[in-house]
């Protein structure tokens, strides 16, 4: 992985790193808790301008961010609930209780999801599907990419050779969102399948 990245980054210089970013959106398991550290680092060696890491890093963010929007998009509503119709233990009143809470919070969520791993990829979704508005969704993800961004590229400008040490401490980090995610889908299960015996016991009383 980071032999692909340097080779990318010397090749193409700034401009790499942005695609890099712009594939780890798309492709989450590329950490940008890689990439950008690393671009810092080789910024910080001369090799590579430091504002126009930060620039392109940013452009990367903002066009795999819009991909997925339009994924979303193209989905839709219907089909999207089509899909949620079949997958067990989801009811499409789940659905428009999200539609509700999407509504209400939105911008928020695509503005500070950009700051939450694995998420990053996954909001850019939600927001095609409830089209909110493209100027809105990128105005909020430029924003909240920049700030992600600019932090872990200057971590990486800050620690040189040491630049490593960043991925260590934010996969702690990425390991409590994939942990908490498992157990709001495990209580989620348990409570959905409650209601379904409760259900039972009441038709057969």
Do not use: C
Request: glycine share 12%; aromatic share 8%.
């Amino acid at each position: 992985m980071t032999e692909w990245l340097v080779d990318l980054m010397e090749a193409l210089g700034a401009p790499g790193a942005g695609i890099a970013i712009a594939l780890e959106n798309l492709f989450p398991p590329l950490p940008s808790e890689v990439i950008l550290p690393l671009a810092g680092f080789t910024a910080s060696q001369g090799e590579m301008n430091l504002l126009a890491v930060l620039l392109w890093t940013t452009a990367g963010s903002v066009v795999g961010a819009l991909a997925l929007y339009g994924v979303g998009a193209l989905l839709g509503r219907e089909r999207t609930l089509a899909l949620a119709a079949r997958i067990p233990l989801v009811k499409v009143s789940d659905i428009a209780r999200t539609e509700a809470w999407f509504h209400k919070h939105g911008r928020k969520t695509v503005f500070f999801g950009r700051m939450i791993p694995i998420f990053r990829s996954m909001i850019s979704v939600p927001a095609g599907v409830e089209r909110m508005p493209l100027g809105v969704f990128t105005l909020l993800t430029t924003a909240g990419s920049l700030l992600w961004n600019t932090v872990f590229v200057l971590a990486g400008w800050a620690l040189g050779e040491n630049w490593s040490l960043v991925e260590g401490y934010v996969g702690v980090g990425t390991n409590v969102v994939i942990a908490t995610v498992l157990l709001a889908l495990l209580v989620f299960a348990a409570v959905r399948l409650g209601e379904r015996r409760k259900g039972r016991h009441t038709v057969r009383g």
